[in-house]
């Protein structure tokens, strides 16, 4: 996926035909994977994944998903979880005998190579920056014969993200400090979250060449002296070595999505504007 050029984007906007198969795509790992028919029973071990199908009109298509995956609520709540990526259940998805296994880039070979053995193919890729998202959905459209559905996915997306960033457009850039985890890992600035804060009027900490997902020196965070804090609470900031004297925790500039913005936020797929609005909440919420 991260090899397909934004012209396929475009190109999908324009025209929205019906998917030819045998169809062939390459994933993240690097390898060909070839469809001979429609898919009609998926399993999506990434959130994501189940996320962008839903939104697309091919839910029905799904047979299983990941324990985490749980949105949406009707959906998720009745299909059966088949563990994750890293520890997934398969002998349960090879009892389910799907035509097509979605998972991320850094699913364990064991359960690719375990699929392919068994003839099942596997899609392995999760979008990384910003532009990767869109890319994905198109990918997810065009594999199960919803490139209609994708157009107007990405139509209404970027119809809504325009609409926020258009709210803060004026208003000052605000550094911040956005936190995955506490080891700490944190966001850079071409990572999708390190785009969405650059949208919501925001500029992550993290220094481009430090990578999208990186994790940190917290010594870093410390001598940035992050305006707004991202991703724990108050509390949390005060008892961190360092953190007390830094703007965002003296002014009481520390933000914890709630979690379904979380949600929203660790996902490359179709909340993307509800993430938008999540992070301008924090940053510029006078904007809302």
Known sequence: MKRILTVLVLSALSTAAATSYPFSVTDDLGRRVTLRREPVRIVSMLPSHTETLAALGAGSKLIAIDEYSNYPRDLSSRLPKVGNSF??????????????????DSASS???????AAGIPVYAGMPQTYNEVFESIVVLGRVTNREAGATRLIVQMRRELSALEKSVVNLPKVSTYYEIDPTPYSVGPNSFIGKLIDKAGGRTIVPAKLGDFPKIDPELIVQARPEVIIGMTLAEARARPGLRGVPAVQKGRVYQPTPEENDA???????????????????HPEAL
């Open 87 to 104: 520890t997934p259940d398969l002998e349960k998805i090879l009892a389910l005998k799907p035509d097509l296994v979605l998972t991320d």
């Open 110 to 116: 064991k359960l690719v190579q375990r699929l392919e």
């Open 265 to 283: 936020l660790s996902r490359p797929g179709p909340r993307l504007p509800q993430a938008l609005r999540a992070l301008i909440k924090a940053l």
